[in-house]
């Protein structure tokens, strides 16, 4: 007859207790994920299902049902990866306290999950899933520091875009670097769009075969008081009702540099041919110096590719190897800003202009650049007319043109490291549209006519 004691394992007082580990429940697990299903919108429905991309953005409005989705794309992954650690990510550690602990417990509850919590020195959930046990970490994004040296199988994001953009990106960059363990390693994340930052650029343009977004919209939930989006739509600005409730990546400054702008109507495929001049606006900085090239078709602009070089030397000989032909005919024109008549980002002894010019090139000098607000004028007519078209190839300029914005002072905003400050793109697209479709200046006054 055995006893109590023939069925435990000797050890010592001082040894960690062994967990019971229960046998997978293949028939446990269906029902859970029956279950989940059935509480979530389509939308959520196809968060949920995708196993196949590394990195899953689930964007939408308010109450477009995103922490909701997270949690429960929590539970399928840890169904996917048992006996594994996962990781759920706040912007800020205050953040893990007031929304993630909450939404999580409200899943758990509701669909009857077993689970331990540890509220210190870091929250921590232990999942009791039907596969086997899986850890969750909750971490702070903004510390991503902390998340170093551990190895995860998959990380769920909220609200990546309240992030400073720099912020997310190195806190992304980590995220994918410690997801190598287990079966299915995936970045969800859901969140708001907050204008062109994290999400706008890793979805849309650095966009791949690894990545996925699903666009929600709050009146996609029918879940909410009749009166939520109403109320919303009367007292938001249209920006912030794109953004929103409509879950569109859209500038959220307070006044955009060409609000006109918009890709799909002022979209070019076209390119130079053997009869075009090809011009080439120049905007000249140390080590960074950009340049947008276009072609006229009638009063119409194409701005058809860019390119960065490191100096005025290297513009002088790239743009001859780019255009050979063109250079040979006398169709290459460049016009750079008219600081290069005084200094050079290459010798200290000659000017940008003398280099370009002893490199063979017609170059357009200018007198004095354009003051800013007439050479942001000349490209908004331009825009608003329909004459100033820009293709695939510039992709700066794209990007200028649909995030540049003024600051608090009114001036046009400066900054950023590269060709993280959007002035370069376009101050080379303006010399160039400035000189050649300037404003016609009106002035009164000057009629030699006299009473006598």
Request: aromatic share 8%; glycine share 8%.
């Amino acid at each position: 007859m055995s006893t109590i004691l023939d069925l435990c394992p000797g050890g010592s007082l001082l040894q960690d207790p062994i967990p019971l580990v229960s046998p997978p429940d293949p028939s446990a697990a269906d029902d859970l994920k029956a279950r989940i299903l059935a509480d979530c919108l389509p939308a959520q429905r196809e968060f949920l299902a995708d196993e196949k991309h590394r990195l899953l953005l689930y964007c939408g409005g308010f109450g477009a049902g995103k922490s909701f989705a997270l949690c429960a794309k929590a539970l399928m992954l840890g169904m996917k990866n048992p006996g594994t650690t996962m990781m759920v990510a706040e912007p800020s550690f205050p953040m893990i306290r007031t929304v993630l602990i909450p939404a999580m417990d409200e899943a758990l509850e509701r669909w009857g999950v077993d689970y331990d919590f540890r509220a210190s020195p870091q929250p921590e959930y232990l999942l009791r899933l039907p596969t086997g046990d899986v850890k969750i970490l909750c971490q702070s994004a903004s510390n991503f520091q902390k998340v170093r040296g551990q190895n995860i199988s998959a990380v769920l994001w909220d609200e990546a875009d309240t992030l400073p953009t720099e912020v997310a990106q190195k806190a992304g960059e980590m995220f994918l670097a410690r997801m190598r363990t287990g079966n299915v390693n995936q970045l969800a994340i859901a969140s708001t769009p907050e204008g062109f930052r994290y999400c706008y650029r890793q979805f849309r343009e650095l966009e791949g075969p690894d990545k996925r977004l699903i666009k929600v919209k709050t009146k996609d939930n029918p879940n909410l008081p009749a009166d939520f989006v109403p109320s919303l739509e009367r007292n938001y600005p249209p920006q912030l009702v794109a953004a929103y409730l409509n879950g569109d990546f859209v500038n959220l400054a307070n006044c955009a540099l060409y609000p006109d702008f918009d890709r799909s109507l002022h979209y070019t495929d076209v390119l130079p041919t053997e009869g075009d001049t090809i011009f080439v606006g120049i905007d000249i900085n140390i080590g960074n110096s950009v340049t947008q090239h276009c072609v006229r078709r009638g009063d119409q602009f194409h701005f058809f590719a860019e390119a960065v070089y490191r100096d005025t030397q290297q513009i002088a000989e790239g743009l001859k190897e780019l255009y050979p032909e063109h250079f040979r005919r006398g169709q290459l024109t460049l016009i750079p800003d008219a600081a290069s008549k005084q200094r050079s980002t290459a010798a200290a002894q000659e000017s940008d202009l003398s280099i370009l010019k002893k490199a063979g090139h017609h170059v357009i000098q200018q007198q004095s650049n354009p003051l800013i607000q007439d050479r942001i004028n000349s490209v908004n007519v331009c825009v608003s007319q329909g004459r100033l078209l820009v293709g695939n190839g510039c992709k700066h300029l794209l990007r200028t043109l649909a995030q540049h914005s003024y600051d608090e002072k009114g001036r046009p905003e400066k900054g950023g490291v590269g060709m993280e400050d959007l002035s370069h793109a376009g101050d080379a697209m303006g010399y160039c549209v400035y000189r050649l479709a300037a404003l016609r200046q009106w002035r009164t006054g000057g009629s030699s006519f006299r009473f006598s």
